[in-house]
């Protein structure tokens, strides 16, 4: 069914006029606040220059159900607020008249999403000027009778907000089993990498691995560089944010384990481990060190990488107040357990599986939500492609 047929059933014939948003509803200016009046919590949220609140105020100068656009700094972008809350000089909100729904405007304005960022002035500040967002042009189902044209507009949103909740709905619980599978696979590693006292031999890793630090590649960093930058960020990732270089500085090879070495307070990198798959890719960054075990026969590199990763032994010396620098000795000073070859495939075995698991749900999870996004849009311009005059003359 075509975007015009599946407008004229729900609009059963009724006209439709397009007006300046200029004539249907009042663009108003937020008032300034100095950072010294913001506070960490507070019943309303000040919104300034993006979509991410700036901080919290005790007063709201915006009622709830009000659609506002950033007009500084991220300027084009488009919000809607089912609370009250502050709008700082850096947004535009929207005061309605009986004759247009709020959210029926916020669904609108995010059709036009484009053509508004094509109108915002990139200068040092990029800025949206208030007399083009007021010549947009919006239609208006039914004009002449307000009563059903604004049912017409909230047979519209209900359709969108469903589809808007449901994406909502869908990503709290693909969350909700990814925590879950790294919780579980948390548990399993934790048992399967613990060994009683006596149970196996633990030597030091200076005794089974040599290390070598990685290189700064600063200068030579390269978009469509031939090899990949490991670095703290490329690690913490797995894999999925990288720089690239032309020159391969430091050289890494298959089954060479790489380990972040310097991370913030209480960060997340701190001693994670990724395993190099292939020569002749990858490149060491500075502050991350790269392990190659001696002998292959005695322990399996992949059984040392899931030892190593994230291990207690190193995170020990994150204090949670300073940036923290592990050093070589410290790295090389970890005791690590020797089981059986058999029993390090084993555990292999199962701690690839679990990882196959997890990885598969976080690489679905902003997929499905895309998918999700990419839904609502396709039903939010069908139902929101009115036609323009002459569009019905033709």
Not at 165 to 176: F, G, I, K, S, V
Not at 291 to 308: A, C, D, Q, T
Not at 331 to 340: E, N, R
Request: charged letters at 25%.
């Amino acid at each position: 069914m075509s975007s015009l047929n599946f407008l004229e059933m729900l609009l059963d014939g009724v006209e439709v006029e397009w007006k300046a948003l200029g004539e249907v509803v009042s663009l108003q200016r937020g008032k300034r606040l100095v950072k010294s009046q913001l506070e960490e919590t507070g019943n309303y949220a000040v919104y300034q220059n993006c979509m991410t609140p700036l901080g919290y105020y005790h007063e709201s100068n915006v009622k709830s159900d009000t659609a506002f656009i950033i007009s500084a700094g991220a300027a084009g972008q488009i919000g809607y607020s089912d609370v009250d809350f502050w709008a700082a000089d850096d947004v535009y909100f929207f005061l309605t008249s009986g004759d247009i729904d709020s959210k029926f405007l916020y669904h609108f304005l995010l059709t036009q999403q484009n053509w508004i960022s094509s109108q915002v002035r990139r200068a040092s500040i990029p800025r949206l000027s208030k007399a083009v967002v007021e010549k947009l042009r919006i239609p208006i189902p039914c004009p002449e009778n307000p009563k059903k044209s604004l049912e017409i507009q909230a047979k519209i949103v209900r359709i969108l907000d469903t589809f808007t909740e449901l994406t909502a709905e869908l990503t709290a619980e693909l969350t909700a089993e990814l925590t879950a599978r790294k919780k579980q696979y948390n548990y399993y590693r934790d048992q399967l990498l613990s060994f009683e006292e006596g149970e196996v031999e633990w030597k030091a890793l200076e005794e089974i691995a040599n290390f070598t630090n990685g290189k700064g590649h600063e200068k030579d960093i390269a978009e469509n560089g031939k090899y990949i930058v490991v670095n703290s960020k490329f690690i913490s990732t797995d894999g999925k944010v990288a720089k690239y270089c032309n020159e391969q500085i430091c050289p890494l090879f298959i089954d060479d384990i790489l380990i972040v070495m310097s991370d913030l307070p209480n960060g997340k990198a701190l001693s994670k481990t990724f395993i190099v798959d292939e020569d002749k890719k990858y490149t060491l960054n500075q502050r991350i060190g790269a392990i190659s075990v001696k002998n292959k026969n005695e322990l399996l590199p992949k059984f040392l990488h899931y030892f190593l990763n994230r291990t207690q032994q190193l995170l020990m010396y994150d204090n949670g107040a300073d940036q923290t620098n592990l050093r070589k000795d410290q790295i090389l000073g970890v005791q690590v357990p020797i089981p059986s070859p058999a029993e390090q495939e084993r555990v292999v075995y199962i701690l690839d599986k679990f990882d196959a698991l997890t990885n598969s749900i976080s690489e679905g999870l902003p997929r499905e939500i895309a998918m999700r996004q990419k839904q609502y849009e396709h039903y939010r311009d069908l139902l929101l492609s009115f036609p323009k005059p002459e569009e019905v003359a033709a």
